[in-house]
């Protein structure tokens, strides 16, 4: 296990940084903002990462209380890591910010790779979650993009896993969801009525809001 660096100033930024600082680590939490991965999914996302770097930075945040490590029983008899309810309450914020930050950056889907449903998640639905819009919520929602299922849960205005059945479902397709996101207000008229809904008319309209998911 390789000796973990430290920047030793009793400040918070430093003390942020020692803890999420380090190489591929939140790229490892963005891989688990898309729910449960095994150790074989991490390394096949993050291709430039060393296994035995991964194996540490995986140990290193399990000890640190903000991911989770589960034994699922047989017939699937496999390990998976998922963020805990700290992780999602304490890191999500930080990641929301940093791709507020390189959204701008990102090219077009039309124009650089192509989307993955992972981006379109991010980039589409968590990347607007505002807390403020979001009091007394308690629900699961399922995303499906490029026909890989996203779920995750709002209470206490604050994103976490899952928590019971989803009340809604939503279908899009990932590239539109990124141009959605990093368009105008023509661009996302013209995307909206492509990402479907499926529940309550309620729930999707407080689900539009939480999710700025409109095209003003």
Do not use: H
């Not at 591929?24 to 963005?30: C, E, G, K, V």
């Not at 976490?160 to 023509?186: K, N």
Request: hydrophobic share 40%; charged share 25%; net charge neutral.
């Amino acid at each position: 296990m390789q000796k973990r660096r430290s920047y030793d100033q009793n400040c918070p930024v430093a003390k942020g940084l020692d803890t999420l600082g380090e190489r591929w680590t939140l790229l490892i939490f963005r891989e688990l903002l898309g729910g449960a991965r095994r150790y074989s999914d991490l390394r096949a996302e993050l291709p430039g990462i060393a296994s035995n770097l991964l194996a540490d930075r995986l140990r290193e945040l399990e000890q640190s209380g903000l991911i989770e490590r589960t034994e699922l029983p047989p017939p699937v008899a496999r390990t998976v890591y998922s963020m805990s309810e700290t992780g999602w309450r304490r890191v999500f914020p930080v990641l929301q910010s940093l791709a507020w930050f390189g959204l701008p950056m990102v090219a077009p889907p039309d124009d650089g790779e192509e989307a993955t449903p992972l981006n379109g998640f991010l980039a589409g639905v968590l990347l607007a979650f505002d807390p403020s819009r979001a009091g007394g919520v308690d629900a699961t929602y399922r995303v499906t993009i490029g026909g890989r299922d996203f779920e995750f849960s709002v209470r206490d205005a604050t994103l976490g896993p899952r928590r019971g059945e989803p009340v809604l479902r939503i279908t899009a397709d990932p590239a539109d969801l990124v141009r959605f996101r990093s368009g105008d207000a023509d661009l996302r008229r013209e995307l909206l009525p492509r990402i479907a809904f499926s529940g309550d008319p309620a729930m999707v309209d407080r689900f539009r809001d939480i999710f700025v998911l409109s095209a003003g």
